[in-house]
């Protein structure tokens, strides 16, 4: 029986994690859940799975929630709250593995904590990759910690990795669906809404990753995670324009053989693989090859979507360069959906952080953080600026 760690339960990838633990009562359990804002869910999810520990972002929202608990006569779970809460979720006696699904840097200290605590993980949270992937990797290198990745890209990358040597691998490729505005012609991007850029074609997830597929920022973001991960340069992992999202990956090996991972669009199919890993239990999620008529793939179109080429640019840098391209999409995104900001703004934003950003390579958490925090400043100024110009 695994105990589990969700950071991240009230998210989509959390919830996926609860419906797989739902499904293989046999193996997992749930240990503890860490959460943001959403109290509800945090409590309905405490009085389904009654874990050890239950943390929120912030000291009121666990007030809310322990007396809630409380009129509700439940006892036995903890509330924690904030980085310090998650970490505690994290790092506890009794977790044998942690889903790293947390949104953005918020999860990247107690990913870290976890790291260092030797708790196998779960990778969902590529932010944290992007930002501070130098450091979890070595960190997880040094202490024989496994980093499974749940991206599908990278899940699919892992498997096809299973059946070569490092030293055989020639190259990787990422498959991107395209995002909604694959064929939408440059001059009508200026008019995109925050309710068309949140419609993927394929995927259903949180609000930051579907608007970053449709600027394809997150290809570029995976480009980055993939990196780390596999510890390859940027030159070695393409990407290549998926529609169907049916290959979630390839890799190609020395002597020109390409192995491509297929399965349904479902996020429950690399969880699964995450938690049991090397197993592979049986599941309903099954793929009608019958059904697939044709699969395409193009070359990206990095003009339209000039997000994915300062993604190669920041991964050639790596450092700060990675760090405030994370952080200045966070605020840009965050702007967009406010409509401060055009779509094409966001691509602007973050070019415009970049350029002002002096090469470093923080060596801590506490130097990313601080990088990132810097990044984030720099973003906001840049929004003002051209708000100011509009
Ligand atoms: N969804 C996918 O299919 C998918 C695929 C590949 C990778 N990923 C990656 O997985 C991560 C999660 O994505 P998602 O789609 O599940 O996002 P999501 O639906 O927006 O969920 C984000 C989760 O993070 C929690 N959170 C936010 N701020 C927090 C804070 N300060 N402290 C603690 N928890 C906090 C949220 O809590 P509240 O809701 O309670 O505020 C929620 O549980 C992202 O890094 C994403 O890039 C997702």
């Given at each position: 029986m695994k105990r589990l760690a969700i950071l991240g339960s009230t998210g989509s990838i959390g919830q996926s994690t609860l419906s797989i633990v739902d499904s293989y009562p046999e193996r997992y359990a749930v240990a503890t859940l860490a959460a943001g804002r959403n109290v509800d869910s945090a409590f309905e999810q405490v009085l389904r799975w009654r874990p050890l520990v239950v943390s929120l972002a912030t000291e009121e929202l666990a007030a809310e929630l322990t007396r809630r608990l409380r009129d509700k006569g439940v006892t036995g779970t903890e509330v924690v709250w904030g980085t310090a809460g998650s970490i505690a979720c994290a790092t506890h006696a009794d977790v044998d593995f942690v889903v790293s699904a947390i949104v953005g840097v918020a999860g990247l200290e107690a990913t870290h904590a976890a790291i260092l605590a030797g708790k196998p993980i779960g990778l969902a949270n590529k932010e944290c990759m992007v930002a501070a992937g130098e450091i979890l990797t070595q960190d997880a290198r040094r202490l024989a910690v496994p980093l499974i990745p749940i991206d599908s890209e990278h899940n699919a990358v892992h498997q096809c990795m299973r059946v070569g040597t490092a030293a055989e691998v020639k190259q990787v490729w990422l498959t991107a669906s395209g995002g909604p505005f694959r064929e939408l012609p440059a001059e009508d991007f200026v008019a995109i809404t925050p309710e068309r850029a949140l419609k993927h074609p394929t995927w259903v997830m949180g609000q930051r990753i579907t608007i970053d597929s449709a600027t394809m920022l997150n290809k570029g973001l995976e480009v980055i995670e993939a990196c780390r991960l596999f510890d390859l340069?940027?030159?070695k992992v393409r990407v290549t324009v998926h529609?169907?999202?049916?290959?979630h990956s390839l890799v190609e090996y020395v002597d020109g053989s390409i192995l491509a991972q297929i399965s349904v669009t479902d996020m429950r199919l690399p969880i699964l693989y995450a938690l049991a890993y090397p197993e592979r239990p049986s599941s309903t999620l099954t793929f009608d090859l019958a059904a697939l008529s044709h699969l395409d793939f193009e070359v990206p179109d990095l003009v339209r979507f000039p997000c994915l080429r300062l993604a190669y640019e920041a991964a050639e840098k790596g450092g700060a360069h990675c760090i405030a391209l994370n952080a200045a999409d966070e605020v840009a995104v965050e702007a967009f959906l406010a409509r401060k900001?055009?779509?094409p703004g966001i691509p602007r934003t973050i070019e415009k952080v970049l350029e002002r950003t002096p090469e470093s390579h923080p060596e801590t958490i506490a130097g990313v953080l601080e990088a990132d925090s810097q990044a984030r400043e720099r973003a906001r100024n840049v929004i003002a600026e051209d708000a100011s110009r509009l």
């Amino acid at each position: 029986m695994k105990r589990l760690a969700i950071l991240g339960s009230t998210g989509s990838i959390g919830q996926s994690t609860l419906s797989i633990v739902d499904s293989y009562p046999e193996r997992y359990a749930v240990a503890t859940l860490a959460a943001g804002r959403n109290v509800d869910s945090a409590f309905e999810q405490v009085l389904r799975w009654r874990p050890l520990v239950v943390s929120l972002a912030t000291e009121e929202l666990a007030a809310e929630l322990t007396r809630r608990l409380r009129d509700k006569g439940v006892t036995g779970t903890e509330v924690v709250w904030g980085t310090a809460g998650s970490i505690a979720c994290a790092t506890h006696a009794d977790v044998d593995f942690v889903v790293s699904a947390i949104v953005g840097v918020a999860g990247l200290e107690a990913t870290h904590a976890a790291i260092l605590a030797g708790k196998p993980i779960g990778l969902a949270n590529k932010e944290c990759m992007v930002a501070a992937g130098e450091i979890l990797t070595q960190d997880a290198r040094r202490l024989a910690v496994p980093l499974i990745p749940i991206d599908s890209e990278h899940n699919a990358v892992h498997q096809c990795m299973r059946v070569g040597t490092a030293a055989e691998v020639k190259q990787v490729w990422l498959t991107a669906s395209g995002g909604p505005f694959r064929e939408l012609p440059a001059e009508d991007f200026v008019a995109i809404t925050p309710e068309r850029a949140l419609k993927h074609p394929t995927w259903v997830m949180g609000q930051r990753i579907t608007i970053d597929s449709a600027t394809m920022l997150n290809k570029g973001l995976e480009v980055i995670e993939a990196c780390r991960l596999f510890d390859l340069p940027a030159s070695k992992v393409r990407v290549t324009v998926h529609p169907q999202s049916t290959v979630h990956s390839l890799v190609e090996y020395v002597d020109g053989s390409i192995l491509a991972q297929i399965s349904v669009t479902d996020m429950r199919l690399p969880i699964l693989y995450a938690l049991a890993y090397p197993e592979r239990p049986s599941s309903t999620l099954t793929f009608d090859l019958a059904a697939l008529s044709h699969l395409d793939f193009e070359v990206p179109d990095l003009v339209r979507f000039p997000c994915l080429r300062l993604a190669y640019e920041a991964a050639e840098k790596g450092g700060a360069h990675c760090i405030a391209l994370n952080a200045a999409d966070e605020v840009a995104v965050e702007a967009f959906l406010a409509r401060k900001i055009t779509f094409p703004g966001i691509p602007r934003t973050i070019e415009k952080v970049l350029e002002r950003t002096p090469e470093s390579h923080p060596e801590t958490i506490a130097g990313v953080l601080e990088a990132d925090s810097q990044a984030r400043e720099r973003a906001r100024n840049v929004i003002a600026e051209d708000a100011s110009r509009l």
